[in-house]
């Protein structure tokens, strides 16, 4: 079973940029996970926002492309999310997960804690 542990959010204007990590616990298999986050503003679902194969083949819902840059770490089985050109409407907690499409599907029901964005000046 994986467990997740998201970090890094926090209070930013905007325009700024934060970086955002996931720690995964799944034994020494990490590196043959697709990952992805994902993120849920007040009153909203929850959405997909990046995706990152084993290879590190990435894709981005259309909001944050251009924006936001996932990587991964399969050593210390982390997976990063560089968050710049932050704006109020990326305010939301974000959370990371396994992943069977390039479109974020996941199958796996143990979310994380997830970790607040709040973009304001």
Known sequence: QVQLVESGGGLVQPGGSLRLSCIASVGTIFSIYNMA???????????WVAFISPESATNYAESVEGRFTISRDNVKKTVYLQMNKLQPEDTAVYYC???FSTKGDTANKNWGPGTP???SS
């Open 117 to 119: 964005v709040t973009v």
């Open 37 to 47: 986050w994902y993120r849920q503003a007040p009153g909203n679902q929850r959405e």
């Open 97 to 99: 997960n396994t992943a």
